[in-house]
T-cell receptor, first 114, second 113 residues
Framework: DGGITQSPKYLFRKEGQNVTLSCEQNLNHDAMYWYRQDPGQGLRLIYYSQIVNDFQKGDIAEGYSVSREKKESFPLTVTSAQKNPTAFYLC?????????????FGDGTRLSIL | EDKVVQSPLSLVVHEGDTVTLNCSYEVTNFRSLLWYKQEKKAPTFLFMLTSSGIEKKSGRLSSILDKKEPFSILNITATQTGDSAVYLCAVGGYGSGTYKYIFGTGTRLKVLA
């Protein structure tokens, strides 16, 4: 079955450490997205990519980095510069053309600080 | 600044009740409005609305869009405990050569047996 796989489900970060969240999709979607979800808040866009080797900052990109070397993969690195990383992280993908296509989501990674 | 506002923030009802969830928005170059249901993990897609006045329906759930106001409502009739979830509204807009979604904070619905 096609879908989006995020790993790990739970992740703990020590002070000063970088951690990488994995996102893989086999839906053949061109566009991929990373969102952060905090309690009582909606999804906020961190980074997105509409094509391999290209990505754009979303609304809260500071302290995060991404790469898009393959169509299927869009890993997110939470760097030590992100001072409040505890949150639920969701990866999504969608068709780019035509517009107005719903996003498909992975099951998320919950990141906590040790 | 683009924004999506959902109301109420939370709601507790009893099985069999009917609920109406609201989503208003201000988004540049509106293209679509989407409703998702989020239980524990991944939001699951419910409806996509692009035209005013056309109701989308799936079982006990229905939704309609008013682009003039602008807002959308999600109705759930004869609620069941399995409807307990966070319902997210997302609005897609096109600007600066890219298409992005703005999400509301969600409405947390709890249905009591």
């Amino acid at each position: 079955d096609g879908g989006i796989t995020q790993s790990p489900k739970y992740l703990f970060r020590k002070e000063g450490q970088n951690v990488t969240l994995s996102c893989e999709q086999n839906l053949n979607h061109d566009a991929m997205y990373w969102y952060r979800q905090d309690p009582g808040q909606g999804l906020r866009l961190i980074y997105y990519s509409q094509i391999v080797n290209d990505f754009q900052k979303g609304d809260i990109a500071e302290g995060y980095s991404v790469s898009r070397e393959k169509k299927e993969s869009f890993p997110l690195t939470v760097t030590s510069a992100q001072k409040n990383p505890t949150a639920f992280y969701l990866c999504a993908s969608s068709i780019v053309q035509p517009f107005n296509q719903p996003q498909h989501f992975g099951d998320g990674t919950r990141l906590s600080i040790l | 600044e683009d924004k999506v506002v959902q109301s109420p923030l939370s709601l507790v009802v009893h099985e069999g009740d009917t609920v109406t969830l609201n989503c208003s928005y201000e988004v540049t170059n509106f293209r679509s409005l989407l409703w998702y249901k989020q239980e524990k993990k991944a939001p699951t897609f419910l409806f996509m609305l692009t035209s005013s006045g056309i109701e989308k329906k799936s079982g006990r759930l229905s939704s309609i869009l008013d682009k003039k106001e602008p807002f959308s409502i999600l109705n759930i009739t004869a609620t069941q405990t399995g409807d307990s979830a966070v319902y997210l509204c997302a609005v897609g807009g096109y600007g600066s050569g890219t298409y992005k979604y703005i999400f509301g904070t969600g409405t947390r619905l709890k249905v009591l047996a």
